[in-house]
Nanobody, 119 residues
Framework: QVQLVESGGGLVQPGGSLRLSCAASGTIFSIYATGWYRQTPGKQRESVAVITPGGRTKYSDSVKGRFTISGDNAKNMVYLQMNNLNREDTAVYYC?????????????WGQGTQVTVSS
């Protein structure tokens, strides 16, 4: 059973930065793509960034140029560096893993970590 655990969320002021981490059990990041998703109450979960085992990345238009996804297969970790945060980035952020590059839903989800951008 694959387990994903997110960490690094919290409260940050507008314009600030946070780095989220996703830890996986096993060497699963070398097999599947990993994505960061976010969800706010009453809205569908949306993809924010995706990285393949080979390091190919893509981002949603709303975060392009501000967020960076990266991975360390040796440590079974994937990160999301979030800069220049604004209130619209407030959400629960989830790590998801699977055949997701083309937009299919992940096979596995983490439990989520809250990010709140507020002054």
């Amino acid at each position: 059973q694959v387990q994903l655990v997110e960490s690094g969320g919290g409260l940050v002021q507008p314009g600030g930065s946070l780095r989220l981490s996703c830890a996986a059990s096993g060497t699963i990041f070398s097999i599947y793509a990993t994505g960061w998703y976010r969800q706010t109450p009453g809205k569908q979960r949306e993809s924010v960034a995706v990285i393949t085992p080979g390091g190919r990345t893509k981002y949603s238009d709303s975060v392009k140029g501000r967020f960076t996804i990266s991975g360390d297969n040796a440590k079974n970790m994937v990160y999301l560096q979030m800069n220049n945060l604004n209130r619209e980035d407030t959400a629960v952020y989830y790590c998801g893993l699977g055949s997701i590059w083309a937009g299919d839903p992940p096979h596995y989800w983490g439990q989520g970590t809250q990010v709140t951008v507020s002054s």
